[in-house]
């Protein structure tokens, strides 16, 4: 086994080669009856390595002995090279060939330096498959992060943080000035890399990469002015100031289904004020750290600011958000996600963001133009497979006009494509997992033997999904009400479960009867009627005329389940900071 070079070709340019995927997987699941010494550096000094343009390459020590068999990724034994602040305290290993052509993978490259390593702690076997939703087979490995491991990632992280928070906030704005850039660069190879991972269309996800770098730009443009001082009321013989500091190192746990959009909220905020990060993507989109990581290491930001590692234990993910160096927890996911990470940190002070679901409703009135309001609500419930937190869930249409309404909404998904997401033409791909699709159906299914009928339109790409993925027809449900699961728990998924309601008051007292509050819309002419009614709704945005579009410049808050705190607009940058009075008097003479 000594010597042994493995290595990846390049993806196909769509699905339809799941050989190569597999001879991967088979590739990272190689057992190697070995013990390895093992070379890490991170952001700020990355080990890329040898590679070659398409390909990737693991180099294995010529120093390994023999010791019992090992999954390929689970070290044992290990020891980092940690120079003065490594960035990435945990290995990671890649099985999912680059999209990137000459834009590298982040590589650990398995080394006999005879430069002193420091001990560091045994690894966890833990082996993380992400399991592409469009064939269900696995596509990328990572090695899971120990709970002994994650000892070291607090550790660097207040180590950097001594320097980091002294740096002024024109560097700071320098270096994400110089990342939005390298982002934006990568458009195209980032969203085949996203496409692969979590099965969104590929016409729309260069698009999360454009406007994550615009929402990031945003940020930075107002970042003066959200992190200045503010002063306190004059007085002859005194100075007085509220300065806002960094609250420390920031834990950023994050979902797949918009991972730089939702990671963008967060971090872009955490290193203009001053703080270290620690991110932990979700197992099925694992790239995007790594991808992130590099950009910021080329942007210049220093070792030990921005960590990553992979996690798929709820212990191990306990453990450090239980630790007493990390500031501050941000949590991007489920309610009970969300809920379990709140109970972990309940043991000691500190504050916890969490962005959760959502169950949002659109009230159509009677005076809306059917065709446009059709075509709105459809893609608001259906793009991205309706896998967003405010994706439209529930559709209260006024009586008056809800059969021609209804009538419309079949009209528009007879030109909506179900099937390959690598297929420009495609507007619907698979969702993220056999459970979810599972989820799904069992929601039309409890609808369906209450009452509800399914009034899909019929479309041959809804009758003939691909043989192999998480394909779920968008689903058009008339009838519902709320005892059925499809109109009271989040379904993430295509389906518009279409109700009808007498009145404004009923369709509001509707809208507010759900344990999230998220966002909600409303659809009228009338826009005074609409501002009316919005005051009255109970969730952290309320669109008029709209849906299912975070603005940069407000805040993006949950009420009720939805979750606490905010990010996004001035108000985002408040998390990431705690204010510091200075009360100076002028010395006597």
């Known amino acids: 086994m000594e010597g042994l ?33 093992l070379r890490l550096r991170g952001v700020g000094g990355t080990e890329l390595g040898a590679r070659s343009r398409g390909r990737r390459l693991i180099r294995w020590s010529k120093s390994c002995r023999r010791t019992r068999p090992e999954i390929l990724g689970g070290w044992r034994g290990a020891r980092i090279c940690h120079g003065k602040l490594p960035s990435i305290a945990t290995a990671s290993h890649h099985t999912c060939p680059s999209t990137l052509g000459p834009f590298p993978l982040l590589q650990h490259i398995i080394s006999s330096s005879s430069e002193r390593l420091e001990p560091y702690p045994i690894m966890s076997v833990e082996v993380i498959n992400t399991i592409s939703p ?9 090695n899971g992060a120990s709970a002994a491991d994650l000892e070291q990632l607090p550790k660097v992280a207040t180590e950097a943080f001594e320097s980091f928070r002294k740096t002024t906030l024109k560097e700071r704005q320098d270096i994400v000035r110089k990342f939005l850039k390298g982002l934006g660069d990568h458009e195209s190879d980032l969203a085949q890399e996203l496409t692969v991972q979590m099965g969104r269309p590929i016409a729309f996800t260069g698009k999360e990469i454009s406007t994550a770098v615009k929402r990031g730009e945003y940020l930075l443009k107002i970042s ?29 746990i994050f979902a797949w289904n918009y991972p730089y959009l939702i990671l963008v909220n967060s971090l872009i905020p955490a290193i203009l004020a001053g703080n270290t990060v620690i991110l932990k993507p979700s197992p099925q989109t694992p790239t995007i750290v ?28 306990e453990t450090i958000v239980r630790d007493p160096r990390i500031a501050l927890v941000c949590f991007t996911g489920s309610v009970a996600g969300g809920l379990a990470v709140q109970k972990a940190a309940a043991d000691r002070i500190v504050n916890v963001g969490l962005e959760l679901g959502g169950k949002d409703p659109a009230y159509i009135r009677d005076d809306v133009d059917i065709d446009w309001a059709a075509e709105e609500i459809v893609d608001g419930a259906i793009f991205n497979s309706g896998q967003s937190c405010c994706s439209l869930e529930r559709v209260y249409v006024d009586e008056k006009i809800h059969d021609g309404f209804v009538a419309a909404v079949q009209k528009v998904l007879k030109g909506y494509k179900l099937g390959d997401p690598f297929d420009k033409s495609t507007h619907v791909g698979p969702v993220i997992s056999k459970r979810s699709k599972e989820a799904i159906e069992a929601h039309i299914k409890d609808a369906l033997d209450k009452g509800a009928k399914d009034a899909t339109p019929e479309n041959e790409s809804f009758a003939n999904p691909p043989p192999k993925g998480n394909f779920v027809k968008p689903t058009l449900l008339t009838g519902v009400d709320h005892s059925m699961t499809v109109m009271t728990e989040e379904t993430f998924g295509p389906v518009i479960p279409i109700m009808k309601v007498k009145s404004d008051a009923e369709a509001l007292k509707l809208m507010n009867d759900s344990e999230f509050g998220l966002t909600a819309s409303i659809w009228t002419k009338d826009t005074d009627k609409g501002y009316e009614l919005a005051e009255d709704v109970e969730a952290g945005t309320v669109f008029v005329n709209r849906c299912d579009y975070p603005s940069p410049d407000l805040a993006w808050t949950g ?31």
Not at 6 to 34: E, F, K, L, T, Y
Not at 134 to 142: H, K, M, P, Y
């Open 290 to 317: 790594e991808r992130v990581a590099q950009i910021f290491s080329d942007a210049g930001l220093p070792k030990g600011v921005l960590q990553y590692f992979h996690c798929g234990s709820p212990t191990v993910m």
């Open 559 to 589: 009420y009720k389940n939805s979750g606490k705190g905010q990010t996004l607009g001035r108000f985002g940058f408040e998390q990431f900071v705690k204010s510091k009075s200075f009360h100076v008097k002028d010395y006597p003479k």
């Open 224 to 252: 003066d002015e959200a992190l200045k001082d503010t002063d306190g009321e004059p007085e002859k013989g005194f100075k007085r100031f509220i300065r806002k500091v960094p609250v420390g190192p920031v834990l950023i």
């Open 5 to 37: 070079s493995v290595h990846a070709a390049n993806p196909p340019p769509g699905v339809a080669r799941p050989g190569a995927v597999r001879d991967m997987a088979a590739a990272s699941q190689r057992r190697i009856g070995r013990r390895e010494h």
């Open 134 to 142: 469009t064939t269900n087979e696995a596509i990328i490995t990572r």
